[in-house]
Structure formats: C-alpha cells, structure tokens
C-alpha cells in the first residue's frame, strides 16, 4: 500500500518545533515564501543568521525540491521541464488567458502506467509517483517569479487519482497558511479511478472532477483505455452521478475527437443517450470536446482533425440540450500535449 508520506512545510515545522524555536519563526518563513516570494533560506533576513544555516543544511539553499531545466514558450503558452530526484523529469503547463488570468496544468506522476492509446505519457511508462512536494513545487515555481496562480489543472503527466500523494497535494494548496487557494480553483482530471472519485466526493466536494469518457461504447472504450477493463464505464457515471447528487457541483466530460475512431454521428448519439439518462437529465454535465493533437510518440498516431466531423458532432449534443463546448488547440505548436516535451527532450539528448 502507498504511503501518504510528510509534505516540507510538516517537516520544517517539525524542524522548528524541535529546536525550540518560537511559534511566529514558522509564520515568517511562510510569509518569506508566500508573500514576500523568496526562495532561498538564506536571503530570508527576517530569520536569524544561525537558523538560516541549519535550514540549509537540512533542507538545501532553497525551498524548492524541483529544477527547471527547459522552457519552450508561445504567445500564451509556457511550458517548463522540471528535473526531480532520481534523474527524472516532468512538465508544467502555464496558460495565459487575454483577460490576465493564468492557469497552471502539472503533473503528479512522471509517466504513467495505464497506457491509454493516444496519450504520449502513456507511452513513456510509469517512472513513479511524484510527492506532494513535487506536486506543489510546480506550483511555488511560478509563484515565486511572480505570477498569480488563478487555476490548478491536474491534467499533465500521469493519473492524478492513482497517486495517493495528490490528497496531501490539495491540502497543501488550499491550506489557508500556504497557498491558500479557493477548492473551487482546482481541477482533478481522472481515467475513472472509482474509489479515489468516492474520496472526492467524501473529502473534496468543491474541487473540479473532469472524467475523461473518450468513447461511449464500453468495448471501443477498453481498447482506447485498458482502465476500462477494471472500471467499466457505466459504473463510474454511476459513481460520478453520486458525487453530483452529494456535491452539487458540475461535473466535466474531456472527449478527444479522434479522427475515424469516435468522432462520428453514432458515438455522438451515444454520448447524448448515455449522458440525457442519468441525475436531472444530465443536466450537471458538461462535455468538452477537445481536438486531437498529433503526438510525436504515442502508441497510435491518427488522423489529421475533420473540422466538419467535429462541428456535426458538437450540434448532435448541443441540440439535445446537453452542455458542451469546443475546446481550442491552446498550446498545440510547442508541444503541450501531455508527454511531448519529455519525449522530445530525451530525443535531443540521446543525439
Ligand atoms: Fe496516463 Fe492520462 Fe495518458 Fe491515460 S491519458 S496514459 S491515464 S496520462
């Protein structure tokens, strides 16, 4: 069974607690980090001299445990390569909307171990699970140079609700002395992990859940993601009905409109009887069809995207009165799909 293991802010905590250090030493380092944006211990000066030393030699020069080792940027996008302990590395999506608002895509595990057709990640394997601390680093980093966090998508590399750490992760997030973020500013995207889903709706009513459906046929559904297999499709609408019914809150259909696989009329009739049948109609659902991105490794590589399929399809759900949406291909020419940038990395080192 994975551990949920301490998180940094615990550990120094802790450190502080056991060196008798008053209460309020705790209150300015956060304070250091989170409001005034420092990194590194020793530049804290509101600490005394000999405790800035001994939390160097604990915790290292700096309060972040993840190195950006690589940045591709296009007018709205940046994406970060970050190196973490064992010689691995994971990417972090910033997204910059027109009107100022940022929002953050990260990763909670490096790879990812259930090989879903069309996903880059899937590709690479499961490395393991991040730490809650890698989780939230990626975060910090940003935070620290300045930029204002609005939204946290767990939607890059890996399945965030197999990684039991990602809990700690939203503690950390939305804990009032840390980075004190809204529940309702988070999003966790899932496969279908249904105990996990169950854990959110118990413990995490306010964060977003995205269930990425894919197909509506149970069977093609298996093929495009062997999760299907152990969490068949129609128990986890069940489950997800149940998280609508206790939480009130919307729940996110992702749809990647893969050419000839499950872009036709006969999947978007599906996808409306599937979703008009469930908790008030299906009315506390929203689909977000998402248009594929040609991924340089994946297991499969499909078509180019038919415009005309992806319009025909969205009016099939719209005129059944379901919510849905058409996302754009925020991203697309630097490689944001999750996956590319590790893989185009490890490409560019091996020559
Ligand atoms: Fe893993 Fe998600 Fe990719 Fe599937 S889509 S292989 S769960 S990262």
Same mark, same amino acid.
């Given at each position: 069974?994975?551990?949920?293991?301490?998180?940094?802010?615990?550990?120094?905590?802790?450190?502080?607690?056991?060196?008798?250090?008053?209460?309020?030493?705790?209150?300015?380092?956060?304070?250091?980090?989170?409001?005034?944006?420092?990194?590194?211990?020793?530049?804290?000066?509101?600490?005394?001299?000999?405790?800035?030393?001994?939390?160097?030699?604990?915790?290292?020069?700096?309060?972040?445990?993840?190195?950006?080792?690589?940045?591709?940027?296009?007018?709205?996008?940046?994406?970060?390569?970050? +190196? !973490?302990?064992?010689?691995? #590395?994971?990417? *972090?999506? @910033?997204?910059?909307?027109?009107?100022?608002?940022? $929002?953050?895509?990260?990763?909670?595990?490096?790879?990812?171990?259930?090989?879903?057709?069309?996903?880059?990640?899937?590709?690479?394997g499961l490395k393991r699970n991040l730490t809650s601390d890698e989780m939230t680093d990626q975060i910090l980093h940003f935070h620290l140079?300045?930029?204002?966090?609005?939204?946290?998508?767990?939607?890059?590399?890996?399945?965030?609700?197999?990684?039991?750490?990602v809990f700690d992760a939203l503690d950390v997030l939305t804990d009032p002395t840390l980075f004190a973020l809204s529940p309702r500013r988070?999003?966790?995207?899932?496969? +279908? !992990?249904?105990?996990?889903? #169950?854990?959110? *709706?118990? @413990?995490?009513?306010?964060?977003?859940?995205?269930? $990425?459906?894919?197909?509506?046929?149970?069977?093609?559904?298996?093929?495009?993601?062997?999760?299907?297999?152990?969490?068949?499709?129609?128990?986890?609408?069940?489950?997800?009905?149940?998280?609508?019914?206790?939480?009130?809150?919307?729940?996110?259909?992702?749809?990647?409109?893969?050419?000839?696989?499950?872009?036709?009329?006969?999947?978007?009739?599906?996808?409306?009887?599937?979703?008009?049948?469930?908790?008030?109609?299906?009315?506390?659902?929203?689909?977000?069809?998402?248009?594929?991105?040609?991924?340089?490794?994946?297991?499969?590589?499909?078509?180019?995207?038919?415009?005309?399929?992806?319009?025909?399809?969205?009016?099939?759900?719209?005129?059944?009165?379901?919510?849905?949406?058409?996302?754009?291909?925020?991203?697309?020419?630097?490689?944001?799909?999750?996956?590319?940038?590790?893989?185009?990395?490890?490409?560019?080192?091996?020559?």
């Amino acid at each position: 069974m994975q551990l949920r293991q301490k998180n940094k802010y615990r550990r120094i905590e802790e450190f502080l607690r056991e060196r008798n250090c008053p209460n309020f030493r705790m209150k300015q380092l956060l304070n250091a980090i989170f409001k005034e944006r420092i990194d590194k211990f020793n530049d804290m000066n509101v600490l005394p001299k000999s405790l800035r030393e001994l939390l160097v030699k604990e915790f290292g020069e700096t309060i972040l445990d993840v190195v950006p080792l690589k940045e591709q940027h296009s007018e709205q996008v940046t994406k970060v390569l970050f +190196g !973490i302990s064992g010689d691995e #590395k994971i990417e *972090t999506v @910033n997204m910059k909307y027109r009107a100022g608002w940022e $929002s953050f895509c990260i990763s909670s595990q490096c790879g990812c171990s259930f090989g879903c057709k069309f996903c880059a990640t899937g590709d690479i394997g499961l490395k393991r699970n991040l730490t809650s601390d890698e989780m939230t680093d990626q975060i910090l980093h940003f935070h620290l140079l300045g930029h204002s966090i609005d939204s946290i998508s767990f939607m890059g590399m890996g399945e965030a609700l197999s990684n039991v750490q990602v809990f700690d992760a939203l503690d950390v997030l939305t804990d009032p002395t840390l980075f004190a973020l809204s529940p309702r500013r988070i999003s966790i995207s899932t496969i +279908g !992990i249904i105990p996990s889903i #169950k854990k959110m *709706t118990q @413990n995490y009513p306010q964060v977003n859940l995205t269930f $990425s459906l894919h197909s509506p046929f149970n069977e093609q559904r298996s093929k495009l993601m062997p999760i299907n297999i152990r969490y068949p499709l129609l128990d986890v609408l069940d489950t997800l009905d149940e998280h609508i019914r206790i939480t009130s809150r919307k729940v996110y259909i992702a749809y990647i409109m893969l050419p000839g696989v499950n872009d036709s009329i006969n999947h978007a009739k599906k996808v409306v009887s599937l979703l008009k049948g469930r908790y008030k109609s299906g009315s506390l659902y929203h689909v977000n069809l998402i248009r594929y991105n040609r991924t340089v490794r994946s297991p499969f590589r499909f078509a180019e995207v038919d415009e005309s399929r992806v319009v025909h399809f969205y009016k099939e759900l719209k005129a059944s009165g379901l919510n849905v949406t058409i996302r754009s291909q925020f991203g697309m020419d630097i490689d944001a799909a999750c996956g590319q940038l590790y893989a185009n990395y490890q490409e560019s080192n091996k020559q």
